[in-house]
T-cell receptor
C-alpha cells in the first residue's frame, strides 16, 4: 500500500510560474524524500527533509514538512520546460532501510 | 561514476517463458532494492538486500518471482513462468548505509508479456 499520496495527480503550468505539489502520509516517519522521474527514466533524488525539520531549500526547490498534519509540500519556483516530469514523495519509516512511494504528481511546464 | 545499470532495457516475450532481469548497483552501495512500476499500482517495492542478503521479500507477488544477489555487484530478478499481468517497468535501486541516504535508480527494464 502507498504511504504517501500526492496532490494534485497532474499539474499544468506556464514556464516561469511556480509549481506546488503536496504529499500526505499516514504513519510516523524518520524523514521524507522527494524524487523526480523523467519519462522513460529512473527516479532521481531531489531533496530530503528530516522529521525534526520544517523547511528546506535547494536551488529552486523548497520543501516543507508538517508532522502534526502528516504532510509535506514541494515548491518549484520559476519553473522551466525542463522541469516537466513526475514528482514522487517517499517516506522513510524503518531506520532508513525502506522507502514507501506515493503515486506521484505529473507536472507539465509549457514553454 | 557509473550509476545503477540495468539490463535489458526492454524485454518482450510470450507468456510462460522465463524472464531474467539484471542489475549492477553502484560500487560501495550495500543496499539493493527491486521495484515494479505500473499505472494502476504505482511504484511497489518487491524485495531488498543488505550486504547481499535478502532482508524483506514481502512485496514479491508470487512464488513465480525470485531474486538473488550472488555478490555485491550483481543481482537478478527472475519470473518463471511469466504472465501478461507481470508486464511493467522493473527498477533496481541501490544506496549506501546510513539513515536518510538517497536511493539511486537505474533506468529500468520495460517488460511486456504477450
Amino acid at each position: 500500500s502507498q504511504q504517501g499520496e500526492e496532490d494534485p495527480q497532474a499539474l499544468s503550468i506556464q514556464e516561469g510560474e511556480n509549481a506546488t505539489m503536496n504529499c500526505s502520509y499516514k504513519t510516523s516517519i524518520n524523514n521524507l524524500q522527494w524524487y523526480r522521474q523523467n519519462s522513460g527514466r529512473g527516479l532521481v533524488h531531489l531533496i530530503l527533509i528530516r522529521s525534526n525539520e520544517r523547511e528546506k531549500h535547494s536551488g529552486r526547490l523548497r520543501v516543507t514538512l508538517d508532522t502534526s498534519k502528516k504532510s509535506s509540500s514541494l515548491l518549484i519556483t520559476a519553473s522551466r520546460a525542463a522541469d516537466t516530469a513526475s514528482y514522487f514523495c517517499a517516506t522513510d519509516e524503518n531506520a532508513g532501510n525502506m522507502l514507501t512511494f506515493g503515486g506521484g504528481t505529473r507536472l507539465m511546464v509549457k514553454p | 561514476d557509473a550509476g545503477v545499470i540495468q539490463s535489458p532495457r526492454h524485454e518482450v516475450t510470450e507468456m510462460g517463458q522465463e524472464v531474467t532481469l539484471r542489475c549492477k548497483p553502484i560500487s560501495g552501495h550495500d543496499y539493493l532494492f527491486w521495484y515494479r512500476q505500473t499505472m494502476m499500482r504505482g511504484l511497489e517495492l518487491l524485495i531488498y538486500f543488505n550486504n547481499n542478503v535478502p532482508i524483506d521479500d514481502s512485496g514479491m507477488p508470487e512464488d513465480r518471482f525470485s531474486a538473488k544477489m550472488p555478490n555485491a555487484s550483481f543481482s537478478t530478478l527472475k519470473i518463471q513462468p511469466s504472465e501478461p499481468r507481470d508486464s511493467a517497468v522493473y527498477f533496481c535501486a541501490s544506496r549506501e548505509t546510513g539513515g536518510g541516504q538517497p536511493q539511486h535508480f537505474g533506468d529500468g527494464t520495460r517488460l511486456s508479456i504477450l
